[in-house]
Each structure stands twice: as C-alpha cells, then as structure tokens.
C-alpha cells in the first residue's frame, strides 16, 4: 500500500502539528505502508537526513497590504495544483490534514484520480466562530477587514464548497465522536468517518520520577497555540487557584508562546504569587519540568468550541511521561474506560471555578500505586501510540483498497 501524506503548512522551524504529522508518516512506515509526505511551506527547506521520506515544495510567500493571509492560502492550494515533483496518481491514497474549504481543493479534488481521506481534529466552523469571541468588534477599517478575512470569508467557504469537498473524500479521521457527527452533518450525512483520537510516540518520552507531595502542589499547562485558544479554560484554573483554602500552596508553571490574556486575568485576580509564566519550552526543558511537577493540566473548555468530546496530544504525553492529570470533556481513549481513569481525571465541562480540594484529594489517593508512572507509560504504549492508532487505520484502508 503507498500513502502520500500531504501537509499544506510547514516550516522550518517544526512545530508541535508537523511533528505529530512526521509521526504518523514514521508509523505508517512501520505498519508496513510506502508513505511519503508531500509538505509545502513558504520557506525554502532543503531535502535533510531528518526528514528521509518527505519532499519539500516552496509556496511564494505573499506581500499585502490587505487580505495577506487570504492570498497567501490561495498561493498554497496553487502550487497543490501546479505542482510536479511528485505524481500523485502512483499512489493508492493521500492522507490530507483538512486545511479548511476552498474552491481550489475542489478542483484539486476534481481532478485527482487517487483516493483521498482527510483528519479533522476539529469542527471547522465552530472553530471559525472563536474568532468573535477572542477578537470582540471595534468599529475601525483594520478591525473590519479582518473580521471579513477571518470570520465571514472562512465561514462562506465552508458554507459553498464544504460540503462538496468532503463528499470527494472516501473517509475523515477524527479526534471524538462529536467531531465525526458535525463532519458527517456537514456533508450531509454522505461522509464515511473513522474515530482514532491523538496519540503520542511513547518511546520518545521518559517516564518521570516519582514526586512526593510535601506543603506545594505544582501543576502545569504547556500551550501550544499562539491565540488566546479560550477553549483551554485556564481561567477556570486561575479562579480555582484564586478560591483555593487548603492546606497545600498551589504553583502553576504555565508556558507558551502568547500569554498576553492569561497574565491580564492573573493580575486581575492577584494570584501571581501562584502562577509562573514562560515562554514557550522545548522538549529537554519540559522533561526537567515534568519531573518537578505533580499534576498536568488538559483542556478545560472545549464546549466553548461547541464540543463535547475530543482528543488531544497533550494529555497524551502526559500519559507517555507518567504525568497524571485532569481535563474537561469527553474523550474517546479516556472517558468510560476503568484502566485509564485509574490515571486522569474527567471534570464537568463548565465555567465554574475548578476545585482543586477535589483534585488534590483525588491525586492523594492515586499516588499510593508504587507503580504509577511506568503503569501510565504501558497504557500509552498499548492503546495511545502512533504505531496503534495508525495500525488501525491501515486496517481500515485495506479494506477499503
């Protein structure tokens, strides 16, 4: 079986979406399939050792003044089209991470005689209409012109070429059950989907070292998203620390690239004692952190997505380190499942406060398993690594082939 996985966004510089895509391209490999990627990006990467089964297209990189980002996805879906390093057609499926609607990859679609199948790790228009909620309306020309370019033009593709974009497809991967309903209600009940959630390359982490728990109880969040991203819900962490009346002194180790709205709340609330802020770490930094913290923090507020249940690969490398830790919505590898629950701990998605008696009790109780850390370890390795997940998939497709 060949696979051409085809990536609309890389960089240079790897971020923690193309890692994951270089994962699943490494674990396909060792089930056994012929994959490539096909990555465009508008900087000019050379063919490395690092990347042996990837080939490299270069987007012109757009100059505007208005509508920039607009254009320069046109540029991309172009050169998709344009492009002849690579024959498609010799290849039994592409594997593409859904880039959003467009008339282009339509057409792209029209034309293509390989079957296609698309990962959705979100329901695109709900994630569209964040945009409001983060960006809350100024009446100037700036303010205008980009809720245009970032809210009704996204949405309006959606809407137009959507639905038909995904009835070309022969299957969408998605991270929950709630992403494959609102994929298959948007093309009309006519879209095959696959749930198989995130995953992690287990081998890649350490398990931590045990941590007792003396008079501070440390948590951390490393955020990966250079918006606000609301639907973290760290304020509802920031109020529970806030509320807080115990008997331990909470720190919370927060990283990130942009923490503008989270270090305004904490000043609002006056917690900065609690809380300590960084910019974003890499992986030799987080294994120093990991090992001095007693309890990570998943996602809080999907439902302000419109989200009942997802996956995420942070609560994954949790699993992989031998990090406990809590979240906040359903999630299909999780939720319902005795053996991991011994692990995490599933919150009410809500915007009240978290209680952090509740979860301080709680990881009191879990922590008495001497085995903690490599028993979360051998969980990831046997339900949430790539090698299984992408095992599954093949599966699928060869039924399918």
Known sequence: MKILYVFTSASNVAGSVQKKVCSQIDALIANGVECRGLFFSTDNIEQAEVYPNIDFIQVPKIQAKYFRSTKQRTAYFETLLNQKKVDINQFDFVYFRYPGAHYLLKKWLINLKT??????????TKEIELYKTENPFKFNISAILSLIEFYYLPMLREKFYGSSIRRRAILGICNSEDIATYESNAANLNYKTLVLGDAVQTKKFTIKSNLKLEDEFRIVFLKGAVTSADFNGLDRVFKGIKIYKGLFNIKFYLFGKNLIAEKSLI???GIGDHVICSDFIQKEQTDIVINNV?????????????????STIK??????RGLPFVYGHNDPDFSNNIEAQKFCLELEASEQAIDFTQIINWYQEIIQEKNLQSEMHQYAEKHLDYEVKMGKLVSVLKQIK
């Open 115 to 124: 079957k296609v199948f698309f990962e959705h790790v979100t329901a695109e």
């Open 294 to 310: 007693h309890l990570g923090i998943g996602a809080l507020a999907v439902h302000r997505k419109g989200l009942k249940s997802t």
């Open 315 to 320: 609560t994954r490398e949790y699993f992989a």
């Open 267 to 269: 000043e609002q609330l």
